[in-house]
């Protein structure tokens, strides 16, 4: 039982060897267990067949003769001494040889083919040995070199049989950390040295394994050159940052997810943190204001995906450790690893804020001269008041960049009349009230620009003291700031321009600069089209007055001038209705006579008494009652005539002459209206007239000495505007009154009617009344006109025409006005007139208006001497002057008188 156990144990022990081995055992351990019980011989053989196996192994043939030889005598010997028979004993060991042989086959397949595996393996052991690029070094436990590749003898410089002598401590040159490892023969893998047999040093990095049988395998790689490529890096690197610290731009890597990787010292500097505090964090979520935070950050992320294929230039703000903005014109390119892939950004910035400001600066001062320049030119191709004021405000809105203009004007009482606004739909000029008086709606800026005449500015609405009537209105549209210029020409102030921004400092010194620069280019252009408008009005109200005297003289039916006299006043005043009310003086009450613009008949029933309702008061004080708002009266606004006519203002106006009452114009207005301080004039002129309109009834007989009186009105009407344009004009006063004084006398003396002279005169005083029409700039321009300047004086004669040709009253006046800068050879203007075809008034204007020129003082020279004046004329004659009308000028006494004069020193 023991022997079995012993047998299963060896079973159990071979079961893992190969399959030729495993059948050669259990044949073998089969056979032992017969033989023991049965067969000697048997077992004898079996006991000599290892060594039959290690002889057939190791000297195959001649091996297993021998032992077959030694076989047979050990057969003999065991047949004796067991007593078998030699037969039986041969039968036996021939069935033995046979299965003997059968295993010696096996085994024999079995170590060839494991030798031809030793052998495969050993060479493919040595190709890999010698294949690999690393040092390959195995050393005993002292230091002796066992084996090694060919890759180290050629780094060492010795041959193999050479290397296979030498200890490897021969070769190291170890650090001093290392010289406890070298002696004890405890290396550990990392950085070890060696020297060749040149003496040159060879930096390895090395790794050190212990294998069982006490040897060690070290493998090692020589990183000489890849030491001294990261030295050389090293230093590049340190001198790339010394050139970065150096260097007077911002420089910023950014990896893939907007982290900052480097700065620069100047970024540091410019953002005002360590580089501890700027490495590693989120540039957009700390750096970008916050304005511009996610549309940068957008921009970044297209970037680093691919989408945007060049970004080398960028503009935009960065925020600094207090809270500045900082504008930075970036310079770009893309960091990828070594696949090609974009892993982050390399920027290089520098700080264009103040660059940007100046340019900037710049840009705003060329756009400023550009839009001045553009409104001079605008300014002068209309003289329309309205037009003007809409194109200033419109200005400042679109080019100036401010949210909304107003321009008003100064009224009487008070009062300020908004007459233009841009943006035209915005309500915020309509839900304040505006004064310039010392009331609280005073004492805004608008007020106070009034009354001082300087600009005045609010930098924050919503806490200035001054701007609280308007605080909650202003709130609600958005202002932050406010700014009033007032208007102002010959020192007085006639209006303000308000300007409004949603931009806190909005109002800076340069752009106070420009927009006082504008206020003052517009005061001047609104002034003169102010005063071209004006006298249109007047010119306008003298051809109503006129409709009103022919009326007047060319009718024998009183009423029908009265009727006349309403229809102009509704028509030219504006209003909505207008009554006449006859004073009786028997009855002493005032009696409907006609009226125009009513819807029912009820004011055909009044009759006052001297003292009711508003036209008896007017009539018992004989003065002009104006009731802007006839609700608030409720006494009187009860009657049926306000309630069915709606009426809201109301103006009674007594009809007056000599002292005497004549009765009451009445005017009405379904709408709240002013008039000012013009319109009241008119109106009382109006009234005037329908005052005459009434005497004719009485004062037929006396009809001439009124038309006399009417036609010297007009005349000293128009001296008063040919006084208002030498007022206008310092240098040339008195010049309309002299020039018209010399050209009657040359007139007269060549013989022209009497009744021809009035119309004469009337030109001669109006004949620079197109100037109205020209800039200021080029009326008192001290220098010589360009040529686009004449180009526009030259148009003075023909806006003259303009403006008198519709006033039939001054039609046989309009010649010299319109010719007289005719020239008699034809170089004239502005038709080029020649000879006789220059009307004569024209003509005889032309010398005496060129003689009073050349001896009075101008902006641009000093008066002429009158005997150099006098050449002049002479001169000119037949190319400027008729010759026939210098003759006469030279005959006049007078001019004899200067002519023998000495020119004085």
């Given amino acids: 039982m023991k022997f079995l156990s012993a047998f299963f144990k060896k079973i159990q022990l071979f079961q893992s060897a190969p399959t030729q081995f495993t059948i050669f055992i259990s044949l073998y351990v089969a056979f032992l267990f017969l033989g023991a019980y049965y067969f000697p011989t048997i077992i004898t053989t079996i006991l000599i067949l290892p060594f039959i196996m290690i002889s057939a192994y190791r000297w195959k043939i001649v091996g297993g003769i021998i032992s077959s030889i030694w076989s047979v005598i ?7 001494t067991h007593h078998h028979t030699f037969l039986q004993d041969l039968i036996v060991s021939l069935s033995s040889y046979l ?28 190709q890999l040995f010698e294949q690999v690029n690393d040092v390959i070094l195995i050393v005993d436990n002292e230091g002796k070199i066992v084996n090694c590749n060919n890759v180290a003898c050629n780094l060492i410089g010795y041959s193999c049989n050479q290397l296979l002598s030498k200890n490897i401590k021969e070769f190291i040159v170890p650090r001093p950390e290392q010289m406890n490892q070298l002696e004890n023969m405890d290396p550990q893998s990392g950085e070890w040295s ?4 040149q003496g040159h040093e060879i930096l390895f990095e090395v790794t050190i394994t212990k294998l069982q049988n006490g040897l060690f395998l070290g493998t090692g790689r020589d990183i000489t050159v890849k030491k001294q490529m990261e030295e050389a890096l090293q230093s590049e690197w340190k001198r790339a940052q010394t050139y970065l610290e150096l260097v007077q731009v911002i420089i910023v890597a950014l990896d893939n997810q907007g982290r900052v990787a480097l700065i620069n010292r100047k970024g540091r500097e410019i953002l005002g943190f360590e580089s501890e505090e700027i490495i590693g964090k989120n540039w957009f979520d700390y750096f970008i204001p916050k304005s511009i935070r996610d549309s940068t950050r957008l921009y970044f992320e297209n970037i680093i995906s691919g989408e945007i294929q060049s970004f080398e230039k960028h503009e935009n703000y960065i925020v600094n450790k207090a809270g500045k903005e900082i504008l930075i014109a970036w310079q770009n390119t893309f960091l990828y690893d070594n696949t090609g892939k974009i892993i982050g950004t390399l920027s290089a910035g520098e700080d264009i804020t103040e660059r940007k400001r100046t340019e900037n600066q710049i840009t705003e001062q060329i756009n400023t001269l550009e839009v001045l320049y553009k409104l001079s030119n605008e300014f002068t191709k209309t003289l329309n008041l309205k037009e003007r004021a ?11 960049g401010v949210c909304l203009a107003w321009l008003a004007q100064v009224e009487p009482g008070g009062r300020v009349k908004i007459i233009a606004q841009y943006p035209l739909e915005h309500s915020y000029p309509q839900q304040i009230k505006i004064r310039w008086d010392e009331t609280p709606e005073g004492q805004g800026p608008s007020g106070r620009a009034i009354r001082s005449g300087t600009y005045q500015i609010v930098e924050e609405s919503t806490t200035d003291p001054s701007f609280t009537p308007w605080k909650v209105q202003a709130m609600q549209a958005g202002f932050v700031t406010s700014a009033a210029f007032p208007l102002i020409s010959r020192g007085r102030t006639f209006g303000t321009l308000n300007l409004y921004s949603k931009t806190p400092g909005f109002f800076h010194p340069e752009r106070l600069e420009l927009f006082q620069t504008i206020a003052h280019h517009a005061a001047s252009s609104l002034e003169n089209a102010r005063l071209f408008e004006e006298t249109e009005q007047r010119l306008k109200h003298i051809q109503v007055l006129h409709t009103i005297d022919m009326a007047i003289s060319g009718s024998s039916e009183p009423m029908l001038a009265q009727k006349v006299a309403l229809e102009q006043i509704v028509q030219r005043l504006e209003v909505d209705a207008a009554s006449l009310l006859r004073y009786d003086p028997q009855q002493q009450t005032l009696v409907y006579a006609t009226g125009i613009g009513f819807r029912t008949p009820a004011i055909e029933k009044t009759s006052l008494k001297l003292g009711d ?7 018992l004080e004989r003065q002009i009652i104006f009731i802007p708002k006839v609700s608030e009266h409720s006494i009187y606004y009860q009657t049926k005539l306000f309630q069915d006519e709606g009426f809201v203002s109301y103006y009674a106006v007594p009809l007056l002459a000599k002292g005497r009452l004549f009765g009451i114009l009445e005017i009405f207005n379904r709408t709240l209206r002013i008039g000012n ?52 004009d310092r240098e040339t006063e008195n010049h309309s009154k002299r020039v018209t004084e010399l050209t009657l006398k040359i007139a007269r003396e060549m013989g022209i009617e009497e009744k021809y002279l009035v119309h004469i005169r009337r030109g001669a005083l109006l004949h620079d009344i197109g100037k109205m029409g020209i800039h200021d700039s080029i009326l008192f321009k001290p220098g010589k006109l360009t040529e686009e300047e004449w180009k526009i004086m030259r148009m003075h004669p023909v806006y003259a025409y303009e403006m008198l040709s519709p006033i039939q009253y001054l039609h046989s006046a309009i010649d010299i006005p319109y010719c007289h800068h005719e020239r008699w050879d034809g170089s004239g203007y502005p038709r080029g007139l020649k000879g006789e075809a220059i009307p004569l008034s024209a003509r005889i204007f032309a010398v005496a208006d060129n003689f009073d020129a050349l001896t009075s003082k101008r902006p641009y020279r000093d008066a002429w001497p009158v005997k150099e004046a006098l050449d002049y004329i002479r001169k000119q004659n037949g190319k400027m002057f008729d010759p026939r009308v210098v003759e006469v000028f030279f005959h006049l006494d007078e001019i004899k008188i200067l002519h023998k004069e000495k020119p004085s020193t």
Avoid: H
């Fill in 74 to 80: 050990l057969m003999v010997f065991s047949s004796v």
């Fill in 99 to 126: 299965v003997i042989g059968l295993l010696l086959v096996i085994l024999y397949n079995y170590f060839e083919s494991q030798d031809l595996k030793l052998k495969e393996s050993k060479t493919l052991y040595r």
């Fill in 194 to 197: 060696l020297r060749d047999t």
């Fill in 390 to 400: 809409n194109e200033i405000v419109q200005t400042c809105v679109e080019r100036f």
């Fill in 613 to 619: 309702a508003f036209a008896g008061q007017a009539a």
């Fill in 677 to 728: 301080e013009e319109w009241c004039d008119f109106l009382r002129s109006l009234a005037e007239n329908v005052v005459i309109a009434i005497e004719k009834e009485e004062l037929l007989y006396n009809l001439e000495k009124t038309n006399a009186l009417l036609i010297e009105t007009y005349d000293a009407t128009i001296e008063g505007w040919a006084y208002a344009l030498d007022l206008k």
